[in-house]
């Protein structure tokens, strides 16, 4: 079946300039989830849906990320004025509750 | 102290040798494990979840919890090249549903 799908797999932006990220989880899945990856490190939470409703924003770095999930599925993260440190790669899980999650593959972020 | 530390490595075990993976939490009250594998510019992949002490096997893969220490532990047999990977651990603390993720071990079986 389907699995979590996220586009662009791979995007180059310059400082300053805004990205978006998108997510799609698994058909049925209520649990969304947004991590952050830097090289050589374990993935870090930035922030958690259930349906359409953000329960938990507490891991986005600064005001300049927003993540949005208007009907419950799809889901969007947004990073306005990108700095070099937004560097990583941004994978989404989805759950079909809040247990075992499943990964999509990653949009790798590179700023210049 | 992370809330989940796992040894970076690299872990080097001969092909079809045993490969023993570790990871301590700190927050007690902790209540569901899980494995992941992840290869080099890839997703993570889950291998295994563990929520009750004592061992849980499947296939090759054994994941064994003890809440007293604080710590579990992913035994990988017959090791083959093809799980030269990074291994994460990932908790989900008392309270939450977020994972929380050691930084991984890497596992290097040589042939």
């Known amino acids: 079946g389907a699995g979590v799908s996220q586009s662009p797999r791979y995007k180059v932006a310059k400082r300053g300039q805004d990205v978006a990220l998108r997510c799609d989880p698994i058909s049925g899945h209520v649990s969304l989830f947004w991590y952050q990856q830097a090289l050589g490190q374990g993935p870090e939470f930035l922030t958690y849906f259930q349906n359409e409703a953000q329960l938990d924003k507490s891991g986005l770095p600064s005001d300049r990320f927003f993540a949005e999930r208007p009907e419950g599925s799809v889901s969007t993260l947004k990073i306005q004025r990108t700095q070099q440190e937004d560097s990583a790669v941004y994978l989404c899980?989805?759950?079909?509750?809040?247990?075992?999650?499943?990964f999509g593959p990653g949009t790798r972020l590179l700023v210049l | 102290q992370k809330e989940v530390e796992q040894n970076s490595g690299p872990l080097s075990v001969p092909e079809g040798a045993i490969a023993s993976l570790n990871c301590t939490y700190s927050?007690?009250?902790?209540?569901?494990f899980f494995w992941y594998r992840q290869y080099s510019g890839k997703s993570p992949e889950l291998i295994m979840s563990?929520?009750?002490?004592g061992d849980k096997e499947d296939g090759r893969f054994t994941a064994q919890l003890n809440k007293a220490s604080q710590y579990v532990s992913l035994l990988i047999r017959d090791s083959q090249p093809s799980d030269s990977a990074t291994y994460l651990c990932?908790?989900?603390?008392?309270?939450?549903?977020?994972?929380?993720f050691g930084t991984g071990t890497r596992l290097k079986v040589l042939a």
């Open positions: 563990i929520y009750s002490n």
């Open positions: 927050d007690r009250g902790s209540q569901s």
């Open positions: 990932a908790v989900i603390t008392s309270g939450t549903y977020k994972y929380i």
């Open positions: 899980a989805s759950s079909i509750s809040t247990e075992t999650q499943y």
